[in-house]
């Protein structure tokens, strides 16, 4: 199953994702950690595509070797999130401005999601760890 965290950079993606990895002790690729390792920072609508291709292929990998993956990247436009596919998809819609306006201005709010966060203290990690075991 490939779990997507999305949302704003600021959001919560990273916490979250840390400890629902451990909740449902699958794999997990962060975009940062990602970038860092292709030393390819590159936001521009080519870059921001590439990253979910190469969201997609790590976590196809995992799928195809039957383990639930979490990747948690911005994923800020319809397109992106349709490259990448995911099986559940979780949007952190904990704050409405990042530190990047440029991303900001590009953030297209999901219509298809499976469960939406808005607040901090709306799910526990193990509550939110269930919902996904129960899919």
């Given amino acids: 199953m490939k779990i997507l965290i999305m949302g704003l950079s600021g959001s919560g993606k990273t916490f979250l994702s840390k400890l629902l990895q451990k909740e449902l002790s699958c794999a997990w690729y962060n975009a940062d950690n ?20 190469r969201m997609r292929a790590l976590a196809d990998f995992e799928k195809e070797n039957n383990r639930k993956v979490i990747c948690d990247f911005i994923c800020p436009t319809r397109e992106s999130r349709k490259i990448f596919g995911a099986d559940y998809t979780i949007w952190m819609d904990t704050i409405k401005e990042s530190n990047y306006k440029d991303t900001d201005k590009i953030f297209e709010e999901p219509n298809n999601f499976d469960l939406k966060i808005s607040k901090w203290n709306q799910y526990s990690p193990f509550e939110v760890a269930d919902l996904i075991k129960n899919v």
């Fill in 34 to 53: 990602l970038r860092e390792m292709a030393n390819d920072w590159d936001f521009s609508d080519e870059g921001r595509k590439r990253q979910s291709y």
